[in-house]
């Protein structure tokens, strides 16, 4: 097919039609643009007006039918485009992207698999296949991209796997940086992961020791205060009163009691410990 353009073969002189119909209303207009509207010519003037009207409507109605009558033929000519021009190359392009793609990624796969194998070898030779992992994020393996090239950045990958595992062998808790880094692959935030985990776990004995500590004296201050306020023995004295010996019906009696809380600050608990004593009530601990 040769680059001409396509060119209408006939051109509508609807263009020239419409600029000297236009000329003629300037003409008529420009004899009643000055003219004055007195009662006398009102009706001429009108008629002016209604015959424009109508020439106007008349213009309107062959408008439409010539835009029709041309349209129609070139919707015939734009579906004719769509189907045998627009619809036609780009499914020829479609299909041609489709063959070089599936080409293209053949050629990517057998570059990435040669790759891979001397990847592995080379991850073997260093003793870190355990950490050569594939595919690598940062290579970026295209078509354009020399083997030469894709294998110097795998060395460079391998080499920098050596020397974070030399590095994390020199530090205290290599055992567990080394777990952080297999999950990163990233030996300085692995090394800063544990030593992080290690001071939050020190702080975290610290704290429990100062707790337990608290607690202890806590649980001591309680006991000493309890043994303080245990009964003491009453001593009887010169001028005791004698105390008469119960009846026959009050010794029949049983010792009652009642268990209970005692709420309140220290010397509040004290004021009851005393009127206790001072009421000779019997009374002991009770196990929290």
């Known amino acids: 097919m040769t680059n001409e353009i ?16 236009g000329a003629e209303v300037d003409k008529r207009l420009a004899v009643v643009a000055d003219m004055i509207v007195t009662d ?40 004719a485009y769509k189907e045998n021009i627009k619809e036609k190359y780009s499914k020829a392009d479609k299909t041609l992207k489709t063959r070089i793609d599936e080409i293209e990624n053949e050629l990517k796969d057998e ?7 001397w990847y592995m070898e080379y991850a073997a030779a260093n003793n870190v296949s355990a950490y050569a992992v594939w595919p690598v994020p940062d290579i970026k393996i295209g ?21 974070d595992l030399e590095l994390i062998g020199t530090q205290e808790h290599s055992a567990e940086i080394m777990a952080e880094y297999k999950l990163s692959r990233n030996a300085s935030a692995a090394i800063k992961a544990v030593i992080d985990r290690k001071e939050r ?28 306020a245990q009964p003491e023995a009453i001593a009887p004295t010169v001028d005791a009163p004698t ?36 009421n000779n009530i019997r009374f002991e601990q009770i196990q929290a």
Not at 47 to 66: S, W
Not at 111 to 117: H, N, P, R, S, T
């Open 201 to 228: 776990e020190a702080k975290e004995r610290e704290a429990a020791k100062e707790r337990e500590a608290a607690k202890a004296e806590e649980m001591k201050r309680e006991a000493e205060f309890l043994q303080a």
């Open 243 to 278: 105390v008469e010996a119960p009846t026959v019906e009050q010794a029949a009696q049983p010792e009652q009691y009642i268990a209970f809380k005692v709420y309140g600050s220290r010397e509040a608990m004290k004021a009851v410990i005393e009127f206790m004593r001072d």
């Open 111 to 117: 570059k990435a698999e040669k790759l891979k194998q």
């Open 40 to 79: 006398d010519n009102r009706k001429e003037v009108k008629k002016i007006r209604a015959d424009l009207n109508k020439e106007f409507r008349a213009f309107e109605e062959q408008y439409k039918k010539i835009k029709t009558e041309v349209l129609e033929p070139w919707q015939k000519v734009e579906a």
């Open 143 to 163: 078509l354009s991209e020399s083997d030469k090239k894709l294998r110097d950045e795998a060395k460079a990958f391998i080499d920098q796997i050596v020397s």
């Open 6 to 21: 396509i060119k209408i073969k006939q051109l509508p002189v609807l263009e020239e039609q419409f600029n000297a119909a």
